[in-house]
Structure formats: C-alpha cells, structure tokens
C-alpha cells in the first residue's frame, strides 16, 4: 500500500510540475508576442513618419501607376512588337550577366564548399574562419556590393557581375557544403587506400556522388541572378534594368516602353523556371521517368 501511494503521489507532483511548466511557456509566448507585436506597430509608425507623404495618404494612389502603364500600353498595342526588339539586346545582356556570375559563383561555391566540409577539409583549422567569409559574403546584399563597385569601377555591367559572384559564392558555397555532408567516404576512404592526393579524392570521389544536386542548385541560383541583375539595373549596373528605369523616370509617355520591359523580363523568369525544373527533375529522377521529358 506504501508503494501504490508513493508512486500515485510521484505521478501527482510530476502532473502539477508539467501543468506548471506549460503555465510558463504559454506566458513567456504570450509575452513574446506582445513585444513582437509592439515591434512591428512601432517600426510600422516610424516608417510611416519618414515615408514621402505618408503611407495612409499613399496607400489610395497604389493602382495609379499601374493602371496608367497598362492603359498606355492597350493605347500603343501596334507598337509593342518594336519595344520588345529595341530592348531584347539589354535582356541578353542581363541574362549574360546572370550567367556569368552564376558560373563563377559555382566554381569558387564548389571550392570552398569542399574546403569547409568537415571530413573533406585538408586544413581542419581553416573550416571555421572560410565558414566566416561565405557567411559575409551571404550577409551583404548583391546592391550594397554593386554601389560599392560602381563607385570605384564605373557604372556598366561589370561591377554587376562581380556582385553578384560575391553573393553566389557565399550561397552556392553553404549549399553546396551540406550536400557533400551527404556522400559517402567509402569512394573516399578507397582512394586514398591507394595513395590519392586530397584532390584526387574530391574530384574522383566526392563530386561524382553529389554533382546532381550541385547542377540543381547553380540552376536555382541562376533564376535568382537574373532577377538580381535586373534590380541592379536601377544603380547603373547596366542590364534591362537601367533601361527599365529610364523608361519610369520619363513618367508620361514611356509607360508602354515600361511595360514591353515587363513583359520581358516576365517572360524571360517564366521561360527560365521551366527549363531548370525540367533540368533539375532530369538530373534528380534521372532521364527515365516518364514526367520528364525534355
């Protein structure tokens, strides 16, 4: 009888210590809350004071430059097919700046991602501070970078490209680290069984295994450079997106030239997304399943 109410009175205090712990932790989220909520009613109001013209007085004006942009564009409809032409040569430009920088990104990413696997790294004490610089590198933005260039390089699309590397480097290099995580060290462990150099190991051993998964990642980086080259644009980065501000800083009378750039780059990320998903389930599923077909 001792036992039964010794364990019942276990089971009590245990209940009333897990009922009090929920107490807690339902008041520390409410707390929470609350400041989070103070937070963005505070940032909002300081927002609102340093905004042109106040967000509330704005906020009636937000259709205005869409529906005067579209209605220029049904007015000068015959005119469209000549807009997209004047403006496909800036298009290829940027996607060229896309490309460029992706492909640079990739390989500098793919380096120092094998640098800073633990378990791949041939210097154990470098994974830390190389994890430091992709993590500077992912933290600044791509148009911080770019002002920075344009100020010492000039404007055009050099400064763009260099930018945007930076940035894929520092995230193709995350990524690419968390895949070779993933792969086996038999491959590895074999080569090295026969006296291969650390390279020989990464590239024999390594990169077989997980080169899918870094082809699908460049591709996904690739679709998310050619939106970041055409947002440089508007610094002077060169690109459709100069363009695109030019046509938006004349006001009256360029909308329809605006919304032809629209139109392109809409296309263009469409045309783009379909393409690397195809590639990517191609390289994920392989070319034998029947949804893929390229």
Known sequence: MADKTETGGNATTDGGAYL?????????NFIMMVVF?????????????????????GLSHIFDFPAAMFSEAFERAPLMPGYLIKYFPSLIETINIAAASTLIGGLLGLAMSLLVTRGFAPVPWLVNPLRRVLDILRAIPEIVIALVLIFMLGGGPVPAMIAIAL???????????EVNENASLKPVEGLASVGAGWTQRMVLGVIPQVAPNYLSYAL???????????????VGAG?????????MSWGIGKYDEAA????LLFLTIVVVDQLSGLLRNR????????????
């Not at 909520?37 to 609102?48: E, I, K, P, Q």
């Not at 690109?239 to 046509?247: K, V």
Request: net charge positive; proline share 1%.
């Open 20 to 28: 009090e712990h929920i107490k807690k932790k339902r008041l520390m």
């Open 260 to 263: 032809a750039i629209f139109i």
């Open 37 to 57: 909520l103070a937070l963005l009613v505070s940032g909002f109001y300081t927002a609102d004071k340093r905004n042109a013209g106040g967000f509330w007085d």
């Open 167 to 177: 940035h894929s480097v520092g995230a193709l290099g995350k990524l690419f680290s």
């Open 239 to 247: 690109g459709i997106g100069y363009d695109l501000r030019n046509t």
């Open 220 to 234: 996904l980086r690739f679709e998310i450079n050619i939106r970041a080259s055409a947002i440089l644009g508007f």
């Open 283 to 294: 390289l994920t599923h392989g070319a034998a399943n029947p949804q893929v077909i390229l």
